[in-house]
């Protein structure tokens, strides 16, 4: 297994306040939505981790889907 999975592996382990301190740490400077749910929580996280991997989108992209928001 690639670090990545176990990573993404590891989420389902993790207690709802590990989970929220774990987002936190990977959306620096955003506010946590109340109410999330683990699974929620859990699939933001995972998104995140592959986004700083992969690349994400391009900063034209995610000012366009901005602006159609």
Do not use: C, F, N, Y
Not at 45 to 64: D, S, Y
């Amino acid at each position: 297994m690639t670090r990545i999975e176990e990573q993404l592996a590891g989420l389902a382990t993790m207690s709802p306040a590990r989970l929220r301190a774990e987002w936190r740490r990977l959306h620096r400077g955003q506010t946590l939505t109340a109410g999330l749910t683990p699974s929620q929580l859990i699939r933001s996280i995972a998104w995140r981790l592959q986004e700083k991997m992969q690349g994400g989108l391009p900063a034209i992209r995610v000012r366009e889907l901005d602006r159609l928001a």
